[in-house]
């Protein structure tokens, strides 16, 4: 299976996460790499998913995986 790459351009590290959004509800969410190939999901790595913001007055969501 091929690694999955970030989203941001110029970016070309292995993804690690999925971020969506809901413009409406204002609210993102952020977790586990997702199935793929939502056109409205974007994938990415450590490094971009550690810098992440959202616009002020969002709800921003992490869901964080188990860890056993």
Do not use: N
Request: aromatic share 6%; glycine share 10%; charged share 20%.
């Amino acid at each position: 299976m091929r690694e999955r790459l970030c989203s941001k351009v110029g970016c070309a590290r292995e993804a690690v996460t999925t971020l969506t959004y809901d413009y409406g509800d204002q609210m993102a969410a952020l977790g586990p790499l997702g199935q793929g190939g939502d056109p409205h999901a974007h994938d990415l790595c450590a490094i971009h998913t550690d810098r992440l913001s959202v616009p002020q007055g969002w709800v921003f969501v992490r869901h964080e995986t188990l860890r056993v």
